[in-house]
């Protein structure tokens, strides 16, 4: 029974999470950008859906806010690489440190609690769901919607033209398409998504604070890499979405085991560390292992030529 | 196929563990009474917070592994384990919470409603929505706030250095309970006609620089319990003790760490305080509900010698002979 609370506990707060799984995966699968703008952009949803809120704006409404709040710091990080060269990684710093101090203005203070305030949950809650049952249908349409209307927007021009600049951005200059623009678009869409999902866990969790965002990247990066060892590169970009949010509900899984385990909590980002550099490890592993068996086949053969050879004489 | 290989073993990973936590399940069928504890991450005052409830629940016949059970976690300052940690107590079905700083009552508070629910180190419960009012909570959730004697700090910077003239603020300008009790502090300051400086930080590699600019314009600096001033003590002293600047703080770790002086809230009695109340709600049935905020009462007076010898100076006798006490 305890478990099975645990993993419905783990899964509503996954799902949450997965939307800003999402928006990074646009960045650091598709455009091949390590996007650390994320950090901040996060918070930064909470922030904003956080005191609109508080100021009597309805929380759906805040929820939108938010999504293009995200998608301005977006831009920001986007406008510092490709207008001003700075390097990819430093431009998500700068903009994630810059966003600091953005939303303590945007709050006004460090953390705005929702206890008792209207929130996306007071719906769920009037048909008599838990909060943790009410984040996870949330959730769960939200990712639907998301994943629905990210699917049909790579599959557009726009979208093609994006992916082909992750993958091969002098291919896609040669054909006459603003690289840079690509770029922005991805960056402000990936945060968009990421500012979305942190207003949604603010009001999931009750509060917002200066500090929900810390330890984003690395959560956004493990769910992406879980999702991908588990359920593997198969069918087609619907299939490769949704394994995005299922790597982020089973990170979070993992972690609500191990913790119900009785594992100290302490050691727990040592486990992440462990379970993303495992990850990041496979393909190589996987080329090691292949290769050794190569090897090991090819001098099979030799010995067996070799065999025949002396066989015939 | 290697690659599915790694698969079956990833998924057979959370099968064993899964399965170990139904054996475990089996084997854990005791009485004892349940507390989960969460604190927000690693730090002096908040451990001794901890500290201080589990010897309190002790001294009231309360031992752990006795007739309690505490389960520890801390959420290493990662905000979105503060929420899984709390769904944990609450599936093990905790007789008890206590929750260790503002973002960690705020997850626990947010998932039960009927859990009793114990908080310290939150300086304003009120404000944080935690409870309807700190004199009557009227939720499941109280506990004591670490609100420091403030006024009493700005006097003792007047009692230390009675020519002062200046005082620089040293703060981290995100933490709201440090926000709030500059904002005592001014107050303070200015009814004893003192001028100030505020000085902010945001993250602790801009404290040493920020520090530096105060040398030469104030004869004094104030930093109250700012968890970020907290962890960088040792820099902040390093600049001010050899401009011979005494650096009054807001409790008795900070003196510890490298600070002067200060009248401060005592972690470790506030969490003692903490768990008294945990022994009236699990031995009397007191309800949360009714229990108003308690706040420690008098601050100790701390003094850190070797400080006070490096800038050469001459504290009052009266204040020694409370440190003696």
Known sequence: MGIFLAIQGAASQGVLWGLMTLGLFI??????????????????????????????????????????????????????????????????????????????????????????????????????????????????????????????????????????????????????????????????????????????????????????????????????????????????????????????????????????????????????????????????????????????????????????????? | MKRNVFRILFLSFIVVSMSGFFLSCANKKDDKIKIGALQLVEHVALDAAYAGFVDALAEEGYIDGESIKIDFQNAQGEQANCQTIAQKFINDKSDLILAIATPAAQAVANLTETIPILITAVTDPQSAMLVKSNEMPGTNVTGTSDLTPVAAQIALIKKLVPEVKTIGFLYNSSEQNSKFQIDLAKKEADALGISYLDATVSSSNEIQQVVQSLVGKVDAVYSPTDNMIAAGIPTVAGVLNPAKIPFIVGEEGMVQAGGLATYGINYYALGKQTGKMAAEILRDGKKPATMPIQYLQGGDFALNEASAKEIGIIIPEELLLELGK
């Open chain 1, 27 to 313: 960045t650091y699968k598709i455009l091949n950008f390590a996007d650390l703008t994320v950090d901040g952009s996060f918070a930064l949803g909470g922030s904003v859906s956080a005191i609109l809120i508080t100021s009597g704006f309805s929380p759906y409404l805040s929820l939108v806010i938010a999504f293009f709040a995200g998608s301005l710091a977006g831009l920001v990080t986007g406008l510092l690489h490709t207008k001003l060269k700075i390097p990819g990684i430093l431009a998500g710093i700068l903009t994630m440190i810059a966003l600091y101090s953005v939303n303590i203005r945007v709050m006004g203070q460090a953390n705005i609690p929702l206890l008792g305030q209207e929130t996306m949950l007071t719906l769920t809650s009037s048909f008599g769901l838990s909060k943790t049952l009410g984040s996870l249908l949330i959730g769960s349409i939200f990712s639907a919607i998301v994943i629905a209307i990210l699917y049909w927007f790579f599959g557009t021009e726009l979208g093609s033209a994006i992916r082909a600049t992750g993958s091969n951005e002098k291919m896609v200059q040669a054909l006459g398409i603003n690289t840079e623009s690509m770029k922005n678009i991805g960056l402000m869409l990936s945060n968009a998504l990421v500012a979305f999902s942190g207003a949604l866990v603010a009001q999931s969790q009750g509060y917002a604070d200066v500090g929900m965002g810390t330890g984003t990247i690395v959560i956004g990066l493990a769910s992406i890499i879980i999702g991908e060892v588990i359920f593997g590169k198969r069918f087609s970009f619907w299939y490769r979405l949704m394994s995005v949010v299922f790597g982020s509900i089973l990170y979070r899984i993992i972690i609500a085991i191990v913790l119900q385990l009785g594992m100290k909590s302490t050691d727990l980002k040592l486990l992440t560390a462990v379970i993303v550099a495992l990850a990041l490890a496979l393909p190589v592993i996987n080329e090691k292992m292949t290769r050794h068996q190569k090897r090991k086949i090819n001098r099979l053969q030799k010995k067996t030529e070799a065999n025949k050879k002396a066989s015939i004489q």
